[in-house]
């Protein structure tokens, strides 16, 4: 069984940096790409970085130079710097496998369930 459990969220005031975690299990980690989408309120998932099992990352415009995705196969365990945080990027945070998107649009994924991140003065 798939699992994907995300933690490290929090409030945080603009400008500020969070690690966010992701712990993976029930698939085979290190061949796996790996995703972070978010969701803000009122609003669909959005992608915002993808990790391949060759180790190449690819960013969202929307948060590229702020945002660093890593992973340590041998913990299966996928992370996410924030840098530079803005209110904006308050949102519930998701790693992802099984991804199909339109650009930043998801329009299918695997998640768990989620980490809350909150950007505000």
């Known amino acids: 069984e798939v699992q994907l459990v995300e933690s490290g969220g929090n409030l945080v005031q603009p400008g500020g940096s969070l690690r966010l975690s992701c712990s993976a299990s029930?698939?085979?980690?290190?061949?796996?790409?790996m995703n972070w989408v978010r969701q803000a309120p009122g609003k669909g998932l959005e992608w915002i970085s993808t990790?391949?099992?060759?180790?190449?990352?690819t960013y969202s415009d929307s948060v590229k130079g702020r945002f660093t995705a890593s992973t340590d196969n041998a913990k299966k365990m996928l992370y996410l710097q924030l840098n530079s945080l803005k209110t904006e990027d308050t949102a519930m945070y998701y790693c992802?496998?099984?991804?199909?998107?339109?650009?930043?649009?998801?329009?299918?994924?695997?998640r768990g369930q989620g980490t809350q991140v909150t950007v505000s003065a």
């Open positions: 029930g698939f085979t980690f290190s061949s796996t790409p």
């Open positions: 990790i391949t099992s060759g180790g190449t990352t």
């Open positions: 992802a496998i099984a991804l199909h998107r339109r650009g930043s649009t998801v329009l299918s994924a695997m």
